[in-house]
């Protein structure tokens, strides 16, 4: 089991640690004649809010997906905090610190916000029949403390005076901003984000922007997978550009977006061979 | 002990008896092919074949070819209702696989006991005598039956095939099987091709039985206990969407239940089915040769899209 | 008529912790068993023949047969879920299908004529009324027990799981392990009352365990409502007494049998169709899973009554 510490906070406001948070190197992997991930190579360190950009198909929630573990990756190495984590099953990853966000919100429908929040936690005590019977004293007491967090977070997200109504009853933006939040609740040191945006109306919008600015602010490794260009231009530090699951650019957001070559490979109108790879900017 | 001639005898008994399974297989492998269903509810699908056979023959002493069709025209019925009735409503409710195998168990078992109620417990055969004239080939006993069988399940096989590559009908169930939302997109009818495909499988399902029970009598449990357990592992090793290698399987398996007489006392037998589930569940859970378009399958996909499922 | 109606509660209160253990698998868990009358077997056949041919006491025996039912319980659900929840229906049923053949075909157990000479669990005149005391104790030690679990913490990382495995899965918690243990403890709650049941009935049959004993415990759940406390408890007193009404017509048991089938399935498919939820079954529902009682959103809304 790998036990990874709490990231600390980070001394040098949102400036990359000298370790990597997230590491990711030489990531491969194929569904038949899909290629999803081709000797990916991407390095995320705490503090940053990173943008994964890129059309349709190119590989962004794979990538996601081969992080977190719902995909198992044919070849390739994923680190947290320099821990390798690749040959961990997908909730061993979570309990590493890694947590995720789905394109879909995926709450749970028959759980209150603030059940939906709590069960989020990292150590969820409650979760085995051996700490419910055996060990009544460390799941009160985790309780208190995870109660005290969710309640935190459930300001940030504006969502207190929903704490007790189901999460079914929730609008879409709503939920996402749930699911977020349940993502926080891990606490861990890498947050992974897919298209928090989407199908979210106006006020959402600034919510969500806070909070991963916050959450960056505090030394996390944030990565966005997100379509909408200006919220990646407004939010992150920098971009990495994705197609057919290669990294194709990888800088400054407003270097990336002026690439001609990029908004090409966008709307498809060059092939692709004529285009030469262009290599890390930072 | 172990005698060529004994060998090629089993060899053969093994080859006539898989002509069944390998009906059963093609058939459970379709439909969890194109409807994407677990059809626990073919042993239903059986009784209603092999009983209306009896009823016609047995019972009312029809001639054979009035029972063939009452019998194709009963089990064509039923998988049609069973998929209009059942599944689709299911389908249309986003009911979780929980619902599906819990219809289609109870389905089974409800026919298991409407058969028990109205039959009996008893073994009974489709025929008073199972006995058909024998041919000695070299040292091998062969019975005309068994080679009709095995003709007759060989020209179904052959024309399912060319039904599934060459027809427009075979091709839509293809396009469904692999994407249903778009397949109709493209103006393909999808419940038309679910009907189709659960219709297809009781017209196999219906030979199959046709072919058990003129060699042997049965009772109304063995179609859950013994034969579904056959195809979904014979489904399993092939693996999920690939009906003629399902078929191919379940050959290897009849042939592999034969041979085993030689190791195994034959009230035994029928335990190296229960084992091979076990085995199959560890060592093949994704089919034995691993189909790198089905793996793409595996990707795991949202539960909860858009709206919620219900029960 | 003392004896008649001492013997159905009996029957009844074993087949509400039977019901109760049930929906822990399916209602809670998820998972479609056809297994669970093999884990009652299991614990029946192991404590009667513990007690009788071991000389073990008869409560360790009955312990004994509850634990060597949860140990087995592993040899299903580990191999069956490592995958997928979808080989659990195949699986049990191979798995019941054998054990019940190997009871059916082996000397020790008594082969197809049944284990006989069990020693009772009570001696004397009331042995009867003490018996069935000892079961009303488990039963609804079991049902507190159950209500207990599923409206803590426990109960809302199962009705999470039940929404959405893979988000849950994401958080950190494995749906996988989960199942098997809620499993575990469901089949050894089943291998408990096994022993119950043979110490006071005192003869046992493989036939009592086969796939008929699967319906009627689906048919219990089904109609009591999945996922409730209470649910199964109402299935299990229904359908016990539900073929007592029709002892009435007097058809002979081979017809009798089948009958309680058909029953039984009709029963299930009509609920399936009209009211999935079962008699107390949540009204309000999400994923296919009635909201979690546990919650203090579900006494704010349903007013404190707890299904």
């Known amino acids: 089991m790998v036990r990874l510490s709490r990231r600390a906070p980070c001394k040098w406001g949102r400036k990359a640690l000298n370790r990597p948070t997230l590491e990711i190197s030489g990531l491969c992997k194929r569904f038949g004649g899909i290629v999803v991930a081709d000797h990916l190579n991407l390095v995320i360190g705490g503090g940053e809010i990173v943008g994964l950009i890129g059309p349709n198909g190119a590989g962004k929630t794979s990538v996601f997906n081969l992080i977190t573990g719902f995909v198992s990756a044919d070849a390739g190495a994923i680190s947290i905090n320099e821990q390798r984590i690749d040959r961990l099953p997908a909730h061993a990853r979570a309990r590493a610190g890694v947590a995720r966000t789905w394109q879909n919100a995926r709450i749970f429908t028959s759980l209150s916000v603030f059940d939906n929040l709590l069960i989020g936690a990292r150590d969820y005590p409650g979760a085995t029949l051996f700490n419910n019977i055996f060990r009544r004293g460390a799941l009160l007491q985790a309780r208190a403390t995870q109660g005290d967090r969710a309640e935190q977070i459930l300001k940030r997200i504006h969502l207190t005076d929903k704490a007790e109504v189901f999460a079914s009853e929730l609008s879409f933006g709503q939920q996402k901003l749930l699911a977020i939040g349940r993502a926080l609740m891990n606490n861990g040191p890498c947050l992974l984000l897919d298209e928090p945006m989407a199908g979210v109306a106006g006020h959402i919008h600034e919510t969500i922007g806070e909070v991963i600015r916050a959450e960056a602010a505090a030394g996390t490794a944030v990565c966005l997978v997100e379509h909408n260009v200006g919220f990646v231009r407004e939010l992150c530090h920098r971009g990495v550009f994705m197609f057919a699951g290669k990294v194709m650019a990888d800088g400054p957001v407003d270097q990336l977006l002026e690439d001609p070559r990029l908004t090409e490979l966008y709307f498809g109108t060059k092939p692709v061979k004529d285009l030469p790879l262009v290599g890390v900017l930072t | 002990m172990l005698s060529a001639p004994i060998l090629l005898q089993l060899l053969w008994t093994g080859l006539a008896m898989s002509s069944a399974y390998c009906l059963f297989a093609v058939a459970f492998a379709l439909v969890l092919k194109v409807n994407q269903v677990w059809n626990f509810a073919q042993p239903a699908l059986f009784i209603a074949a092999y009983y209306s056979m009896y009823a016609a023959w047995q019972g009312a002493g029809l001639p054979t070819w009035v029972g063939l069709a009452l019998s194709l025209a009963v089990t064509v019925f039923l998988a049609a209702l069973l998929e209009w009735y059942g599944f689709r409503v299911f389908r249309n409710r986003r009911s979780a696989s929980l619902t599906f195998f819990i219809f289609t168990m109870v389905v089974s078992q409800l026919a298991v006991s409407l058969a028990e109620l109205f039959v009996g417990t008893d073994a009974r055969a489709l025929q008073s005598s199972v006995m058909s004239p024998i041919h000695l080939v070299g040292v091998v006993a062969i019975s005309e039956w068994d080679l009709l069988a095995l003709a007759t399940t060989a020209v179904l096989m052959l024309a399912l095939w060319l039904l599934m590559s060459f027809t427009r009908f075979g091709k839509q169930m293809t396009a469904v099987a692999d994407n249903p939302e778009l397949a109709a997109l493209y103006g393909i009818n999808v419940s038309r091709c679910y009907l189709h495909s659960m219709m297809l499988a009781a017209l196999l399902v219906m030979a199959g039985a046709y072919f058990i029970g003129t060699k042997a009598a049965i009772v109304p449990s063995s179609p859950l206990n013994q034969f579904l357990i056959f195809a979904v592992i014979a489904a399993l090793i092939a693996g999920i969407g690939r009906v003629f290698a399902a078929g191919v399987a379940a050959v290897a398996l009849s042939l592999f239940q034969a041979f085993s007489i030689l190791v195994i006392p034959s009230r035994w037998q029928i335990m190296l089915v229960y084992i091979l589930i076990f085995v199959c569940i560890l060592l093949f859970p994704q089919g034995v040769r691993r189909n790198p378009r089905r793996l793409a399958a595996v990707e795991p996909a949202p539960v909860s899209q858009t709206s919620v499922p219900q029960p | ?307």
């Open chain 3, 1 to 307: 008529m003392i004896e008649y109606l001492s013997v159905l509660a009996a029957m009844a209160l074993i087949n509400v912790v039977l019901a109760v253990s049930f929906n822990l698998v399916l209602g809670y868990g998820g998972l479609v068993s056809i297994a669970h009358p093999i884990f009652f077997a299991l614990g029946a056949y192991a404590s009667g023949l513990l007690a009788r041919d071991l000389g073990m006491p008869v409560p360790l025996a009955i312990l004994a047969g509850g634990a060597i039912a949860m140990i087995s319980s592993f040899a299903l659900s580990v191999p069956a879920l490592r995958v997928s929840g979808d080989y659990m229906v195949i699986t049990s049923l191979g798995f019941q299908l054998a054990l019940v053949h190997i009871i059916t075909n082996v000397e020790f157990t008594g082969a197809a004529g049944g284990l006989t000479g069990i020693p009772s669990a009570f001696e004397g005149p009331i042995r009867g009324q003490l018996g069935l005391f000892a079961i009303a104790v488990f039963a609804i030690a079991c049902v507190a027990i159950v209500r207990w679990l599923m409206h803590g913490p426990y109960g809302r990382a199962v009705t999470a799981m039940r929404n959405d495995e893979q988000a849950l899965e994401s958080l950190g918690r494995s749906p996988m392990a989960i199942k098997v243990m809620l499993f575990a403890m469901a089949c050894g709650m089943a291998g408990v009352v096994g022993g119950f049941y043979a110490h006071h009935f005192l003869y046992l049959t493989p036939e009592q365990f086969g796939t008929f004993a699967s319906t009627a415990l689906l048919t219990m759940v089904v109609v009591g409502g999945a996922a409730t406390t209470w649910g199964p408890v109402l299935g299990a007193i229904l359908i016990t007494l539900l073929p007592e009404a029709i002892r009435f017509l007097d058809m002979p048991i081979s017809v009798m049998a089948p009958a309680q089938g058909v029953m039984f399935s009709v029963l299930v498919l009509i609920f399936m169709y009209l009211r999935p939820q079962g008699l107390l079954g949540g009204a309000r529902a999400g994923g296919g899973v009635s909201s979690w009682y546990g919650s203090r959103a579900e006494r704010r809304v349903n007013g404190g009554v707890k299904p």
